[in-house]
Nanobody, 121 residues
Framework: QVPLVESGGGSVQAGGSLRLSCASS????????MGWVRQAPGKGREGIAV???????DYALSVKGRFTISRDNANNILYLQMNSLKAEDTGMYYC???????????????WGQGTQVTVSS
């Protein structure tokens, strides 16, 4: 069973918005630090947003002010609201989880299969 399942990716024009969701079967969900990791074409994985067990957040400079990470501990769902999208936001977006706080380092123990986001300019 895949512990994390992403949805909500797609194609959008620059300036548009998308909301990604990640359904988790990890238990208890509230015990996990959750993050979103992006992999642009031809590049390595980059942690772009993280949320702590009680809601503290951090963002990569490349998305700060445009993206918002949030979590619904009652329904075991992680979200990423992406606004003012740019062509350089194109990539595969992964939901990730760990009991260790890796901050923005992509060293999580649990990963989803990813959802593709394509932003056209």
């Amino acid at each position: 069973q895949v512990p994390l399942v992403e949805s909500g990716g797609g194609s959008v024009q620059a300036g548009g918005s998308l909301r990604l969701s990640c359904a988790s079967s990890l238990y208890p969900f509230s015990a996990y630090y959750m993050g979103w990791v992006r992999q642009a074409p031809g590049k390595g994985r980059e942690g772009i947003a993280v949320i702590g067990r009680v809601g503290a957040t951090d963002y990569a400079l490349s998305v700060k002010g445009r993206f918002t990470i949030s979590r619904d501990n009652a329904n075991n769902i992680l979200y990423l609201q992406m606004n003012s999208l740019k062509a350089e936001d194109t990539g595969m977006y992964y939901c990730a989880a760990d009991r260790v706080d890796w901050r923005l380092l992509p060293r999580y123990n649990y990963w989803g299969q990813g959802t593709q986001v394509t932003v056209s300019s």
